[in-house]
């Protein structure tokens, strides 16, 4: 390997790769970006790469910490990498006979496909064109690379206007009377650059600039500042990308796939990213650029002839069309999967029969092919099962979780498109990004139907439930994008004619109006008009061996938070080993009931709320029989009524009128009793045990519930019940000591009239600071504590849980907290109370039982946390114990 150019300064900022030459010694991401990484990586296995270098990621901080300029140092290893691709190339960078060309282009350590700028053919003007002209024999080319790159710069780098540059396009086409950009002539192209060249300077008051170097720092001063343009910002908060972490920058010398028939490019993945079958799958494009295939202008080619064959298309594959070329391509698909052990997103070019790798990633992958991926190559020996295990995302899990189309049902299917990203979806159309978001933020489920996706439609693919677009390939940019953020997505529907303006498509001879409903399965491709009936998903196969292998290396227990039978039943399935939360108080929220409890909050005394706690008693003993039932053999954590009254208080004349119906009180009085009980901060007012304290009769009926229910399961199925009673809102020792005492009494109560005893915990959830602090004294009392992070945030935080969302979004871009702290926990803060109160508990009594019960028992990070600090269960919603069995996986393989 050649040696490191030297600087006039102690910080290196460039790096080499390509001709023999990798200075990133096999690639550092966090330095040099995940592309430039893996440019040195393939470089340095002897892979035919464009030579180039790449400026790091610490320039990029550089850059913003200085105010957006570049330190002097800098120019010097810049020209020091020019000179090597010089050197390689046997070209110069500006030179009118024989110039070297460039692409520029952004690379963060994680891949946001198609979110930062990239500027191709750099280093033309209107005298290098000539010499590409010669050197190339193809006058054509030349200037059609000409006029690509003056359209390219002047939107990334210029920021102009380009509708301007694509009218003008269509004008000369027209003019001529031409439909593809393919048929324009040398001399059309040349007049193009021309009038190109007079929008740049109507619009950017300045000529076009014709100094390549000037055009070089004008580009990567461009890639670093398109890292805080906004599609990259919503991009980084949608996958948590911290803004600290900067792009690298690429300069690569350019090669070409529009130079002729035995010139291509294109993109393939070594498995199916859809699926997860080992087959080559991919597109390319004879005679085009890269931006060709990505774009989804031109329909691409399949890669091998087995896809063509399937999906019945007439165009020649890449294995027909350029054998010689395909066989060395599978040979670099194999040895790069073996290199970085995991399935590859390759992009590559050919130049006249001659093979060049321009990128390889580790491919974006749909949930499914993810898990099938880890299963296969850990069956292959390409990785280890704990690997495997370490390799699926938790949280796109969640895909394979929920239904599919039910194939019995009825469909009435009215165009088929591309599978590009699998699930069902229904929702009503709307045909751009803001509605998307808009009603989405209703509560309404929408399909985003667009010609074809870009990157400024990101906030409207994530709020969409499903995509469908009439253009782009299996690799455009919806499918990419839609496929990272686990939504179903059609793309390539040819025959939809879509009219934004109008609010419409047609196709098939049918209409299709914003509002309308459709379906759409991303897993054929199909398009459905109105809602299709979905089945339960299959949680064997792949699935069932990973979560199978996380299992074995586990060590905290996942239980779930779940009050009705159908919820218990679905987290069983999913695995969970007990209930951790049962919010009594939403067994009420049914309408039939809630008119008792409202009749118990309003009642004016003790023998008032008795009567409404009569009618309730039974229907929390079924409740939990079946509970108990479902969960037989599992401990079930029951907490007690925790209503925050304004959730419960009755608002509508109606509600007033049954509340009156029911106990035979005027509406008048209601509403003033009503007003009485009105809270100021109900958040902090009289809820948790505070309730049982001024109130006992409420928990004494519902631990009678609990108790009769379990001796009566216990008497019918001959399997006891492990009931967990838990009191919520502890802050003192004194409150769970009175709660204790009144549950031990109804419990002995129960026993004795029953004639049959039975074991049962009764511990506290640990939801406010003062709670944390004190747990050494609570621990005398309560045999568990489950957190309550939810409560323990809002408290720790002094930030509303139910008026956070109007500015936490602020605080998270703004760094002052990396995540909303209520979706995953603020490790600093309130995890410092959680280590210190499981401390406190475990010095006074070492075999308390330590839980999570808020939503973060759900999120992975969190359950790393939870690992960390030895809890010994998470409890996580239904449909996120899977989930919760995986990271707790990932987290104990960590800590191995
Ligand atoms: C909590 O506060 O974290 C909790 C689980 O209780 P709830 O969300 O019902 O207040
Ligand atoms: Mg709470």
Redesign the pocket.
């Known amino acids: 390997m050649a040696s490191l150019p030297v600087t006039d300064h102690d910080e290196r900022y460039v790096y080499r790769f390509g001709g023999g030459v990798s200075d990133g010694g096999n690639g550092d991401r966090n330095l040099l970006g995940g592309k430039g990484a893996n440019l040195d990586g393939m470089a340095s296995i002897g892979l035919p790469v464009p030579p180039g270098f790449t400026i790091s990621t610490a320039m990029c901080a550089r850059y913003y910490d200085e105010g957006g300029a570049f330190p002097d140092s800098l120019r010097g290893e810049v020209a020091n990498g020019l000179a090597h691709i010089e050197a390689v190339t046997g070209k110069r960078f500006g030179d009118a006979a024989d110039p070297l060309l460039v692409s520029v282009r952004s690379g963060a350590r994680i891949s946001m496909p198609g979110m930062m700028d990239t500027v191709l053919n750099l280093g033309l003007n209107d005298d290098t064109v000539a010499g590409l002209a010669a050197v190339s024999g193809d006058d054509r080319f030349a200037w059609d690379s000409y006029r690509r790159f003056i359209q390219m710069y002047a939107d990334v780098v210029l920021e102009l206007d380009h509708g301007a540059f694509e009218d003008a396009l269509e004008i000369a086409k027209e003019d001529k009377g031409l439909t593809l950009d393919t048929e324009l002539s040398a001399d059309d192209l040349r007049a193009l650059v021309t009038t190109y060249k007079g929008l740049v300077e109507e619009q950017w008051g300045k000529p076009f600039p014709l100094d390549v170097h000037d055009q070089l720092w004008g580009a990567i001063g461009a890639v670093f500042g398109s890292w805080q343009s906004d599609r990259a910002k919503v991009y980084r908060r949608l996958n948590d990308i911290p803004a600290g972490w900067g792009t690298a920058v690429n300069v690569q010398a350019m090669v070409f796939g529009n130079m002729g028939d035995t010139s291509a490019t294109g993109v393939a993945f070594t498995r199916d990213p859809s699926t997860g079958e080992r087959a080559y799958y991919g597109e390319f494009l004879i005679n085009a650029q890269g931006e060709d295939v990505v774009a989804g202008i031109r329909t691409p080619q399949y890669l091998t002839l087995a896809a063509r064959e399937k999906a019945g298309a007439r165009a020649a594959s890449m294995e027909e069309a350029l054998p010689d070329t395909y066989v060395e391509l599978a040979r670099v698909f194999d040895l790069l999967e073996t290199h970085y052990r995991d399935m590859q997103d390759i992009e590559f070019t050919v130049q006249q029969g001659k093979l060049w790798m321009l990128q390889t990633r580790s491919g974006k992958r749909t949930a499914k092919a993810a898990l099938k991926i880890a299963v296969d190559m850990a069956n292959e020996g390409l990785i280890t099962q704990d690997e495997a295990v370490a390799r699926v995302d938790p949280a796109a899990l969640d895909q394979l979780l929920h239904p599919t189309l039910d194939p019995k049902a009825p469909r009435d299917v009215i165009a088929k498109g591309l599978p590009a990203s699998p699930g069902a979806a229904s929702g009503k159309v709307v045909f751009d990004a803001d509605t998307a978001e808009k009603q989405a933020a209703a509560g309404v489920a929408v399909i985003l139907v667009r010609v074809e996706t870009s990157p400024e439609d990101i906030h409207g693919m994530h709020a969409a439930k499903g995509i469908l677009t009439a253009r782009g390939g299996m690799t455009s940019h919806a499918a990419v994008v839609a496929r990272g953020m686990g939504r179903p997505c059609v793309s390539g529907v040819g025959s939809l004619a879509i009219s934004a303006k109008d609010k419409l498509f047609r196709v098939a001879g049918r209409e299709v109006k914003e509002g309308d409903i459709v379906t759409i399965d991303g897993a054929t491709g199909e398009v459905m008009l109105g809602e299709v009936a979905t089945v339960q998903p299959e949680l064997a196969g792949d699935f069932g061996t990973l979560m199978a292998w996380a299992d074995e290396v586990r060590r905290l227990k996942v239980r779930t938070n779940a009050e009705t039978p159908l919820d218990c039943r679905t987290a069983r399935r999913f695995g969970a080993e007990g209930i951790g939360?049962c919010?009594t108080e939403h067994m009420f929220f049914d309408a039939a009931r809630i008119t008792a409890v409202r009749q118990m909050i309003l009642a004016e005394d003790e023998a008032g709320r008795r009567a409404a706690l009569a009618k309730l008693l039974p229907e929390q003993r079924s409740d939990f029989a079946e509970i108990f039932e479902i969960m037989a053999g599992l401990p079930v954590t029951i907490r007690l009524l925790?209503p925050p009254l304004h959730e419960f208080l009755p608002h509508e004349d109606a509600e007033f009128n049954e509340v009156a119906a029911a106990t035979g009180v005027a509406v008048d009085q209601l509403k003033r009793r009503a007003a009485e009980l009105h809270e100021f901060n109900p958040m902090l007012g009289h809820r948790g045990c505070r309730l049982g304290i001024t109130y006992p009769e409420i928990y004494e009926m519902q631990a009678r519930a609990i108790f009769e229910a379990a001796v009566d399961v216990a008497t019918r199925t001959g399997e006891a019940p492990i009931p967990e009673v838990m009191v919520?809102l502890v802050a003192t020792r004194r409150e769970l000591e009175i709660i204790k005492a009144l549950i031990d009494r109804t419990a002995a109560a129960v026993f004795a009239e029953k004639g049959r005893t039975l074991d049962y915990l009764v511990g506290t959830?640990i939801?406010l600071p003062r709670a944390a602090l004190k747990a050494g004294e609570i621990a005398e009392v309560g045999a568990f504590f489950s957190f309550?992070?939810?409560?323990?945030t809002q408290t720790a935080l002094g930030v509303s849980r139910d008026d956070a969302a109007r500015f936490l979004g602020t605080y998270v871009e703004q760094g002052i907290y990396p995540k909303d702290p209520f979706v995953s926990l603020d490790v600093e803060g309130v995890g410092e109370l959680i280590q210190l109160a499981a401390e406190r508990g475990r010095a006074t009594r070492p075999d308390i039982k330590l839980g999570i019960?808020?939503?973060h028992g759900g999120d992975p990070a969190s359950i790393a946390f939870c690992e960390a600090t030895g809890l010994d269960y998470v409890s996580a919603s239904p449909y996120r114990v899977p989930i919760a069995r995986l990271a707790a996986a990932q987290a104990a393989l960590k800590a191995k």
């Open positions: 939360l919010r925790d919520p959830m939801e309550g992070t939810n409560d323990l019960c808020g939503e």
